[in-house]
């Protein structure tokens, strides 16, 4: 029976069982985060419920849009998962908060009134939160190319997640709570006991903090400027490599070179691979069809080999394919199918670096390309370096005498025309038996094209037919076996991968000896592959999100109407890069277009906590009677520091799955991101539970006390 070493859907299927295996993980660790602070069956179960019902208003939103579910949709719906909930645990939390007050007074207010208030007090600070969130996003749609198909889907999965838990929060979860929890027993008991604890420690810490306000917000900035400094260090590359469970070994024979040498040498090849342990099957195939969308020559050779998991890298696998092969002449490629077919669309070549020397000459193209391979060879960590293949081959040329074609009254371009159509070959007709198709080419016999079967050939002309000897000089010479261009210009490609080095340490050394090669006249050298995708989208990346910063300031200015107010919120961002360097350093992960995704999304969860804060902080002197003073900002922060770490806690923690088994299937993409997110915000509420009261303390009097004289009867 036959047996399949490659197959896309298999590699679709592993990727999406892992994520909904990661899904389901990521609820359980959402739940018991959640109980761990509301020490109640009730309270989290009600949180709970905004994670189906979110997930399944997505489904229904996908379904009626005709989008698809699938491994980047469902990595959206697992960041986002630890999300869904902070909506209905701030409703939660805040309704839970003033039953116990409501407790404690003698005129008590009716339970559908007192969670009516106590939902819209926090309903602002959630519709605002997820409009900010949104418009982080929203560079993600303006990504293109391969990135932006890659990540679009999980912004749109993650989006519609979020706008449907937070329509969740302020309608289900508000009739939940009043289902539910004014039966409960225990409800005069206060605080369970985590979060006392949290409490009484967050409260002294905080006294201290407001007592040296600008000692803690400049030690905020220079661990910010730190690592803001440390980002240029950053290895970087496009987008972190497949876990595919297949490779594709590329042999590059010479061109000329026979079917039976290419299938004799491949074998051998084929032997040697499959003694590498986690290589389970090895099929081969040697050239491609003339009509296939890649076609090759029969001088070159494919290995596609079925992967067994281990627990070594990528890397040390092909380290060892590499090391077996070396002896063989041959030009070796190593990836993986998708892979290099990604390679492919970025730069037309199926490596992650692409030097392309354009020139006119193509004898002066091969010789600067040797001597450019060789400077490049010693680059540590440099592999499959090779000179695209260009050979010279055996070719009859025929040249035109144009004076005597015109002697005998034939045009010169219908002699050529006339030519190519006896040497080609033209379809006449189409002949069918039953189901089956043949073209009817005329052409001349075998014998006839040789030297002098061609000096024989007879030529219609108005004068009579004559022998094509007496129109045309016929020599034997050699040319390229092929001529190759880009934007009209003839080129030579040298194509290399990386090993054991990041991409972008190495390209800066493939630059730097470029850079020191002197050139002839008119031609030149360019770069192009994973890295420059990298570059361009990270440009790209960096001018949307600088826009997308401005109408978050725009929308946090229109709420509060204080620059300074928005501006101490939007300071989350950068106490959240803080967490995401030391993520990124600790997990040995590069720069890649996953973990500037990640920091994006990161942002918009981040100034959720700011804006809950600063939010409580003016209600409570607007509505409750405090002035701004030290114990205005000891008690908001006390009273909103359960809502801030559950949220920000179980956002992270969710994240908690895929921090683990970065090489699975599906997972290759989502890990970064997760390291990014899950790091960031750790670093970002626990610097803002300081950082923050200290900044409204020393810059936001004027602004919330203009805000508290200006204020209705809605709450911020």
Known sequence: APTVTMRQASFIDASIDTLKGKLIAASVVVAVVLFAFLANLRTTLISLAAIPVSILITVLVFKYFGFSINTMT?????????????????????????????????????????????????????????????????????LPG??????????????????????????LTPVLSYWLLPGIKHLDHGDPWLVRRLKTSYSGALTWVLAHPKSIVTAGGVAVVIAAATVPFFATTFLPPFNEGSALVGLRLNPGTTLSETVRIAAQAEVLVSKVPEVALVGRRSGRGELDEHAEGVHVSELDLKLVRSDRSLDAIYGDIRRLLAPFPVALNIGQPISHRIDHMLSGVRSQIAIKIFG?????????????????????????????????????RVRLDYDRAAQYGIAPSKLGAELQMLIDGERITQIIEGNRRFNLVLRLPENARSIEGLQRVLIDTPLGRVPLARLATIEEADGPNEVSRDDGRRRIVLSANSQGRALSAIVTDIRANVADMRLPEGYFVTLGGQFQAQEEASRLILLLSIGSAVLIFLVLYSRYRSGVLAA??????????????????????????????????????????????????????????????????????????????????VAAFALAPLLFEAEQPGTEILHPVAVVIFAGLISATLLDTFITPAMVWLFGRASIERLVNESGTEAF
């Not at 450019?372 to 695209?388: F, N, T």
């Not at 003016?618 to 949220?647: H, W, Y």
Request: with cysteine.
């Open 360 to 396: 006119d000459d193509l004898d002066t193209l091969r010789s600067q390309a040797e001597a450019l391979r060789s400077r490049l060879a010693a680059i540590p960590g440099l592999a499959d370096l090779e000179v695209e293949k260009q050979v010279l081959t055996p070719q009859i």
């Open 74 to 142: 469902l990595g959206g719906l697992t960041i986002a998962i630890g999300e869904l909930v902070d909506d209905a645990v701030v409703g939660v939390e805040n309704v839970l908060r003033r039953l116990r007050e409501d407790r404690r007074e003698r005129t008590r207010l009716a339970t559908v009134s007192l969670i009516v208030k106590a939902t819209l007090e926090v309903r602002s600070a959630i519709v605002y939160a997820t409009v900010i969130i949104v418009l982080v996003l929203s560079p993600l749609f303006c």
């Open 146 to 171: 391969v990135e932006g198909r890659l990540m679009m889907p999980l912004a749109i999965a993650y989006i519609v997640s979020l706008i449907a838990s937070m329509l969740v929060a302020v309608t």
């Open 568 to 649: 101490i919120i939007m300071a989350n961002i950068p106490l959240a890069l803080v967490g995401s360097v030391i993520g990124l350093w600790l997990s040995g992960q590069p720069l890649s277009i996953a973990a500037l995704i990640g920091f994006i999304t990161l942002a918009g969860i981040a100034i959720r906590n700011g804006i809950l804060k600063v939010s409580h902080y003016v209600n409570l002197c607007a509505f409750e009677g405090e002035q701004f003073d030290r114990k205005m900002i000891v008690r908001g922060s006390l009273e909103r520091i359960t809502p801030v770490l559950m949220t920000a806690l």
